[in-house]
C-alpha cells in the first residue's frame, strides 16, 4: 500500500496544500515550525481519525477558521481509495470513504496502516508507562477493529465508574450501582489485557532477531507484560481494593494502569539501561512493529519518519535505512545533505516553508 496524494484546506498552518508521493522514499525538509510535521499528522489523522500529538480538532483547525478538510487518495494491492475528513471546531469529525459517509470510525481502521517514529519515541523506554501503554493501543487499534472498539468501550467505563465513586462520597446510596459498573469494567477489561497478552508475544517472536543485528549478537533482548492484574484475579482484586477506591475517587486496578519492561541480557533497561542501550531498544521495538505489521496484514504499512534521522548515529540509522527499501516512506528533516552522502534513493525530495511547498 501505498499514498498517492495529500490535500489539506485550512489544516494547521495551511491554507491550501496539494502533495503527491512516490511509493518510495520521500523527503519533506526545511527550518524547524514551518509545518513538515503538519503533513505527517494529517496523514495519521487520515488512517485513525486521531492525532499523534493526542490534540484536540480545534487545535487543529487553521487559526481563525471553523472547518478543516483532509483528502488523502491511497492505492492498496493496486486499487485506489480516497479518504476525506471534515475536522469542525463544534462539532464531531465527518469521514468518508470512497465518497461514502462512515458512521463509526472503527470502519476506518485497517484500511491503511501507518507506524510513525519521531524523537519522543527514542524515549518510549525510559519514560513513564503511560507512552508504552500508549504505544500498545496506537499499533493494536489498527491491526484489531475489535480491540479499538473495547477500549472506547472501556475507557467509557473507567470514567463512569471513576465518576460515581466521587458521587458516592457525596451520596453513599448510589453505591448500590457500582457492582454493574464492575461487572462491564472487567469484561472489557479483560478483552484488552487479552489483546496487549498476544501483542506483547508477537513482538517478543521477531524483536530478538532485530536486537542481535543491532548489537553484533551481544545483547539478548526481551519485552515482559506487565498486567496492573492478571486476569483469573481481576474480579478478586477489585473487589478487595473498592475502599481504597472510593477514599481516592479513582480505580486503581485494571489495564488502565498497564505496562511492559523491556529487558536486556535480564537486566530492566528501563532502570539499569545506559541511554545507548535505550534508544537501540526503542528502535528495536519500532523496527519490530514494521515486520509485525508485514506479517499480519501481508502487505506493507506507511512509515512516517518524523525527524528521528538526526537523533540517530550512523549505526541505527543505517539499520533503519536497510529496513525500509520496500516501504513507503515519508521522511522529515532539516536538510536532506545526509541522505546524498550515503547514497540513498530518494525519490521525491520537497522543501517546506511557512505552510507551502518551495
Not at 498552518?13 to 518510495?24: A, P, Q, V
Not at 475517587?249 to 535480564?266: A, E, K, L
Amino acid at each position: 500500500m501505498y499514498i498517492e496524494s495529500l490535500a489539506l484546506k485550512d489544516f494547521r498552518n495551511y491554507e491550501k496544500l496539494d502533495i503527491n508521493f512516490s511509493k518510495n522514499i520521500n523527503i519533506l525538509y526545511g527550518d524547524n515550525a514551518q509545518g513538515k510535521t503538519n503533513i505527517l499528522e494529517a496523514i495519521y489523522i487520515s488512517a485513525t481519525t486521531k492525532s499523534h500529538r493526542n490534540s484536540k480538532d480545534k487545535d487543529i483547525i487553521r487559526f481563525g477558521k471553523d472547518d478543516s478538510h483532509i483528502r488523502l487518495n491511497l492505492k492498496k494491492r493496486e486499487v485506489g481509495h480516497r479518504i476525506d475528513m471534515h475536522l469542525r471546531r463544534n462539532q464531531t469529525k465527518g469521514v468518508a470513504i470512497d465518497g461514502i459517509p462512515i458512521r463509526r470510525s472503527t470502519e476506518l481502521f485497517g484500511l491503511i496502516n501507518i507506524i510513525i517514529f519521531s524523537p519522543e519515541d527514542l524515549s518510549i523506554v525510559k519514560n513513564g508507562p503511560g507512552e508504552r501503554r500508549r504505544f500498545m493501543d496506537m499499533e493494536i487499534c489498527q491491526l484489531s477493529r475489535i480491540y479499538y472498539s473495547n477500549l472506547l468501550r472501556f475507557n467509557k467505563i473507567l470514567d463512569q465508574r471513576n465518576n460515581l465513586l466521587k458521587q458516592i462520597n457525596f451520596n453513599p446510596k448510589n453505591a448500590d450501582t457500582l457492582d454493574v459498573w464492575d461487572e462491564q469494567f472487567i469484561d472489557a477489561g479483560k478483552a484488552i489485557i487479552k489483546e496487549r497478552t498476544n501483542f506483547i508475544e508477537m513482538i517478543n517472536g521477531i524483536i530478538k532477531e532485530i536486537h542481535g543485528s543491532l548489537t553484533s549478537n551481544k545483547e539478548k533482548i526481551e519485552i515482559k507484560y506487565e498486567p496492573n492484574v492478571e486476569i483469573d484475579r481481576f474480579e478478586k482484586v477489585l473487589k478487595e481494593k473498592r475502599q481504597i477506591d472510593l477514599k481516592n475517587s479513582i480505580t486503581m486496578t485494571g489495564p488502565q494502569r498497564d505496562d511492559f519492561g523491556v529487558y536486556i541480557n535480564g537486566s530492566d533497561v528501563r532502570v539499569y539501561g545506559s541511554q545507548g542501550q535505550q534508544r537501540t531498544a526503542a528502535l528495536s521495538l519500532k523496527l519490530a512493529e514494521i515486520e509485525m505489521v508485514k506479517k499480519i496484514i501481508n502487505d506493507n504499512p506507511i512509515l512516517l519518519l518524523d525527524d528521528v534521522m538526526s537523533e540517530l548515529d550512523s549505526k541505527r540509522r543505517d539499520a533503519l535505512l536497510s529496513r525500509i527499501s520496500d516501504i513507503q516512506t515519508i521522511i522529515t528533516c532539516t536538510g536532506y545533505d545526509d541522505f546524498i552522502r550515503q547514497r540513498i534513493n530518494v525519490d521525491k525530495i520537497y522543501k517546506i516553508s511557512d505552510g507551502a511547498i518551495c
